[in-house]
């Protein structure tokens, strides 16, 4: 426990000390950490916070207001589903729930083995494609329950 606070310590003080007297300091920091770790892990908080003088909350506060920054590492695929209203009103929520079954997870897992990590993401632009979704940084319009088999399939390789 201790050795991971420490290496993640070293990990962290190099982007802290980078941004740290910049205007606007935090979100730098944590996508820099969040790219360099691929996650901001809590223990990392603390060191943020100790840093720009602000409280270990209000630091936590913006970490668990965007989606974007996870607090554990992302399986090796990255699946977001678009939650927003477009894709909604277009059958979203079904696939939601049919990819949730055929993962085994909800929204914000990772599968046991490592493979998926599913997250909700709200409008990718492609509302006229709905209902939408992200694999690995690639789009994919006109999700239907056959699409989202195929894609439970192809994120276990
Ligand atoms: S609402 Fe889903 S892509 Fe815009």
Not at 83 to 109: P, T
């Amino acid at each position: 426990m201790q050795q991971a606070r420490t290496e993640i310590a070293s990990a962290v003080a190099p982007i802290i000390d980078r941004w740290k007297n910049e205007e606007g300091p935090l979100l730098p920091i944590l996508n820099g950490i969040q790219r360099e770790l691929g996650h901001v892990p809590r223990e990392s908080l603390p060191f943020i916070a100790e840093a720009l003088n602000l409280t270990r909350a209000e630091v936590y506060g913006v970490v668990s207001f965007y989606h974007d920054y996870r607090e554990k590492p992302a399986g090796r695929h990255v699946l977001k589903l678009c939650r927003a209203e477009a894709c909604q009103s277009m059958g979203g929520d079904a696939v939601a729930e049919k990819l949730q079954k055929l993962l085994g997870i909800k929204f914000h897992e990772t599968s046991a083995d490592g493979a998926v990590t599913l997250e909700p993401v709200y409008c990718l632009g492609l509302c006229a494609c709905a209902p939408s979704a992200m694999l690995d940084g690639e789009v994919i319009g006109r999700l239907d329950e056959a699409r989202a088999v195929e894609i439970a399939a192809e994120v276990r390789v």
